[in-house]
């Protein structure tokens, strides 16, 4: 079956420093990726998408990439800012059929 | 354009009633979908419409749970007869098959609705 793994443990870093997150998936074969932030008790908010014939895409301070090899996604957040605390959840999505599969997210803390 | 609500945003009910929550997409988005989501875990997919026509939902998703979207804008989610572990967040989130002139499906969530079944 279709599974995603995100770093299960939540991940603490100092302000300034740059957040890496990442996202594992197996029996998927994604036409795009998209990240999405969430707040405790509020609904995801997209980020970034990213497609299977893109390595790297960039937002702001925003980095995603794509390895299609090793099944991966890496999410980095350059200059951390203490607003930038939340669950981050990844989401590969096949091309056809409706349904999006989201990972469990990761809890990122950024103290000042 | 204000965004996918949904109402109410919290619900308190006991076991064995029933309840429906309401969804109003983004105008112009023929997609919507409702999520269920529990504490530390993701967005959980329970059903899915395009217009009116619901296309696919859940085999997860018991047949206490129907919804519905009548006129292909708003949605509501019933669920009968409520148990404890129905509790949880209720999301619903809304899309639109081009964006930009290329595929894609960036869902735009809602603020979600909390259910407590005592």
């Known amino acids: 079956s279709q599974k995603i793994e995100q770093n299960s443990e939540a991940l603490n870093i100092q302000e300034g420093k740059t957040a890496t997150l990442t996202c594992n998936y197996t029996n998927y074969s994604p036409a795009y990726l998209q990240w999405y932030r969430q707040d405790p008790g509020r609904g995801p908010v997209f980020l970034l998408l990213i497609r299977e014939n893109e390595k790297e895409k960039r937002k702001e301070r925003l980095k995603v990439t794509f390895d299609t090899t090793l099944k991966q996604s890496l999410f980095h957040i350059t200059a951390s800012q203490p607003a930038d605390s939340a669950t981050y959840l990844c989401a590969p999505r096949n091309t056809g059929g409706f349904k999006t599969i989201f990972g469990a997210g990761t809890r990122l803390f950024v103290k000042a | 354009d204000t965004g996918v609500s949904q109402n109410p945003r919290h619900k308190i009910t006991k076991r064995g009633q029933n309840v429906t929550f309401r969804c109003d997409p983004i105008?112009?988005?023929?997609?919507l979908y409702w999520y269920r989501q529990t504490l530390g875990q993701g967005p959980e997919f329970l059903t899915y419409?395009?217009?009116?026509?619901?296309?696919?939902k859940s085999r997860l998703l018991s047949d206490r749970f129907s919804a519905e979207r009548p006129k292909g804008s708003f949605s509501t989610l019933e669920i009968q007869r409520t148990e404890q572990g129905d509790s949880a967040m209720y999301l619903c989130?809304?899309?639109?098959?081009?964006?930009?002139?290329?595929?894609?499906?960036?869902?735009?969530f809602g603020p979600g609705t909390r259910l407590t079944v005592l």
């Open positions: 989130a809304s899309s639109s098959n081009l964006q930009g002139g290329v595929f894609t499906d960036t869902q735009y």
């Open positions: 105008s112009e988005h023929n997609r």
């Open positions: 419409f395009q217009n009116e026509a619901q296309l696919e």
